[in-house]
C-alpha cells in the first residue's frame, strides 16, 4: 500500500538532491571559471617577471613556485636552455599566448611569450584547477548534505501533522455506527481535506435517503401484500368448506383470482425493486415504433376480453438510446392501465409522433380520467385516485405501483412524463424522450 507520507518524503528530498547537485555544478562551474582567469593572470605575472638578459646570466635565479607549473625556455636559435621538469608531457616547441595542450597525462593550460631574446612557456595542469573549483563547490555545499538527514526527518514530521486531520476523518468514520448517517463536521478543516468530507457527507446523505426510501418501501409492501395474501388464505379455506361442486367451483374461482392478483403485486412489486432512477443498466439502440407495435399487439387480446377498442393511431418511425426490456415494461404498464380502467366500449387510442427531434408516445382512453389535483401524486408507490362512480370498472383490482415504475423508468432514460385529458374525455399519458 504505497503512503502519501512517505511518497512526499522521497520526491521533497529527490528535489533537493536535485538541486543540490545543480547548484553544486554551477559553483564549480563558476568557480572553475575564476580559477581559470586567476592561474592565467599568475601565468602571465610569472612570464613578465623573467628578466630579458640572456639566459645564462638568470640560470637557475628564479623559482616558478609549487602550483605544478613546468617552465622551458628556448633562446633565438630555438635551441632548448631549460626545462624545470625534464619530463613535462609538453610539446618541444613555442606557442604564443594561450592554449590548452592534451597529452597521455592530462590537458594542460599553457602560455608562451617573447622575454627579451627568449622564447618563455610556462605550462600548467588543468587538474590543478578543477580540484580547486571542486574543492570551492564541496566547501559551499557540504552543509546542506550534512542537514539533509535534519531535512528528511523535518519533512516527515511536518507532513505528519498536515495528514492529521485525514486521520482523524477516518478515525470518525471508523467508530461510526453503521446507521449513523448524520454529516461529518467539516470545520477546522484543512481547504484540501474539506472537498472530501463534502463528498462524503454528500455520498451520506444520498445513502441515508436511499435507505428511508428502501425501507419505506419493504414496509408499504409488507403493508400491500397482507391484504391480498389473507384473503388467499379466507378463499383458500372456503374452498375447504364447500359442500358442493357448485360452491367448490365458485370458490376456487375466487381463491384462482386472489393468486393472479398477488402475483399481479409481486410481479410489480420486483419492476419497481429493478427499476433505479440514477441510470440505465442497458444501452442500446431501441426501434421505439416497434417497440410500441409490439406490446399493443400483447394487450390486444386482453382489451378484447374487456370489451375496449385498442389501437395504434399514428405511428412514426424513432429511435431511441435505453433499455428495451425496461422500456418494454414501461409502455405495457401504460397499455394496461388505459384498457383496465376503460369502460367496456370505450377506446384506447396510441401514438408515436416526433414533434421537434423528440418522440412523444401518447396514450388517450376514453375512461373516467384522473382529477388534476391527484395527478402529481398518483405517481407515487401505492397510491391510488379516489374512487368515484365512473372509476367503478376493472376485473384486476390495482396495486397503486403501476406509474411509479412508468415514472421511474423515464427517470432512467432522461425523458418526461405528463398526464392530461384525451380528447375523447379520459385520460392521455405523454411520454416525451
Given at each position: 500500500m ?11 528530498l529527490a528535489?533537493v ?11 564549480y ?6 580559477a581559470?582567469?586567476?592561474?592565467d ?13 640572456p639566459?645564462?646570466?638568470?640560470l637557475?635565479?628564479?623559482?616558478t613556485?609549487d602550483?605544478?607549473i ?8 630555438g635551441v ?8 613535462a ?21 599553457v602560455?608562451g ?12 595542469p ?27 526527518v523535518?519533512?516527515w514530521v ?8 485525514l486521520?482523524?476523518v ?8 453503521p446507521?449513523?448517517l ?16 463534502r463528498a ?9 435517503t436511499a435507505l ?18 389473507a ?19 365458485e ?8 393468486v393472479?392478483?398477488a ?8 419492476a419497481?425493486a ?8 442497458v ?5 421505439l415504433?416497434?417497440l ?6 400483447a ?14 393511431e399514428?405511428s ?9 426490456d425496461?422500456?418494454r ?23 408515436l ?6 418522440p ?42 403501476g406509474?411509479?415504475?412508468?415514472r ?5 432514460h432522461?425523458?418526461?412524463?405528463s ?15
Amino acid at each position: 500500500m504505497r503512503s502519501i507520507r512517505r511518497q512526499l518524503l522521497v520526491w521533497l528530498l529527490a528535489l533537493v538532491l536535485l538541486g543540490v547537485g545543480i547548484a553544486g555544478w554551477l559553483i564549480y562551474r563558476q568557480a572553475l571559471a575564476e580559477a581559470n582567469e586567476l592561474f592565467d593572470y599568475q601565468l602571465e605575472q610569472i612570464a613578465a617577471a623573467l628578466p630579458a638578459e640572456p639566459f645564462s646570466q638568470v640560470l637557475g635565479s628564479r623559482d616558478t613556485g609549487d602550483e605544478g607549473i613546468v617552465l622551458q625556455i628556448w633562446n633565438r636559435n630555438g635551441v632548448l636552455m631549460y626545462y624545470s621538469r625534464p619530463r613535462a608531457p609538453l610539446a618541444p616547441r613555442a606557442e604564443l599566448g594561450f592554449s590548452t595542450e592534451h597529452t597521455e597525462r592530462g590537458d594542460w593550460r599553457v602560455y608562451g611569450a617573447i622575454v627579451g631574446d627568449n622564447v618563455v612557456q610556462l605550462a600548467q595542469p588543468l587538474s590543478v584547477r578543477n580540484r580547486l573549483a571542486a574543492n570551492v563547490a564541496l566547501r559551499t555545499l557540504w552543509p546542506l548534505i550534512v542537514l539533509l538527514p535534519l531535512l528528511g526527518v523535518a519533512v516527515w514530521v511536518i507532513v505528519g501533522r498536515g495528514l492529521r486531520p485525514l486521520r482523524r476523518v477516518t478515525s470518525a468514520l471508523d467508530t461510526r455506527h453503521p446507521e449513523a448517517l448524520d454529516p461529518l463536521p467539516d470545520k477546522r478543516l484543512p481547504l484540501e481535506v474539506q472537498p472530501l468530507v463534502r463528498a462524503l457527507n454528500g455520498l451520506l446523505e444520498r445513502l441515508a435517503t436511499a435507505l428511508d426510501i428502501q425501507k419505506a418501501f419493504v414496509a408499504d409492501a409488507a403493508h400491500e401484500l397482507r391484504t391480498p395474501l389473507a384473503a388467499v388464505q379466507i378463499q383458500a379455506q372456503l374452498v375447504g368448506r364447500a359442500r358442493d361442486d357448485t360452491a367448490r367451483n365458485e370458490a376456487l374461482a375466487d381463491l384462482q383470482a386472489g393468486v393472479t392478483r398477488a402475483t399481479r403485486l409481486a410481479e410489480q412489486l420486483l419492476a419497481l425493486a429493478r427499476s433505479e432512477p440514477d441510470g440505465v443498466a442497458v444501452t442500446d439502440a431501441v426501434d421505439l415504433c416497434a417497440l410500441l407495435h409490439e406490446c399493443v399487439a400483447a394487450y390486444a387480446p386482453l382489451a378484447v376480453d374487456r370489451g375496449v377498442d385498442l389501437g395504434v393511431e399514428a405511428s412514426e418511425a424513432a429511435t431511441v438510446t435505453g433499455d428495451a426490456d425496461a422500456l418494454r415494461v414501461m409502455l405495457n404498464n401504460l397499455v394496461d392501465n388505459a384498457t383496465k380502467y376503460t369502460p367496456r366500449g370505450g377506446r384506447v387510442d396510441v401514438s408515436l409522433r416526433v414533434e421537434d427531434g423528440h418522440p412523444v408516445v401518447r396514450i388517450a382512453d376514453s375512461g373516467p380520467g384522473i382529477d388534476p389535483a391527484e395527478r402529481e401524486r398518483v405517481f407515487d408507490r401505492f397510491y391510488r385516485a379516489g374512487a368515484s362512480a365512473n372509476r367503478a370498472r376493472t376485473d384486476v383490482a390495482g396495486s397503486g405501483l403501476g406509474l411509479a415504475i412508468v415514472r421511474r423508468i423515464v427517470m432512467q432514460h432522461h425523458a418526461s412524463v405528463s398526464l392530461d385529458e384525451s380528447p375523447t374525455g379520459g385520460l392521455q399519458v405523454a411520454v416525451r424522450f
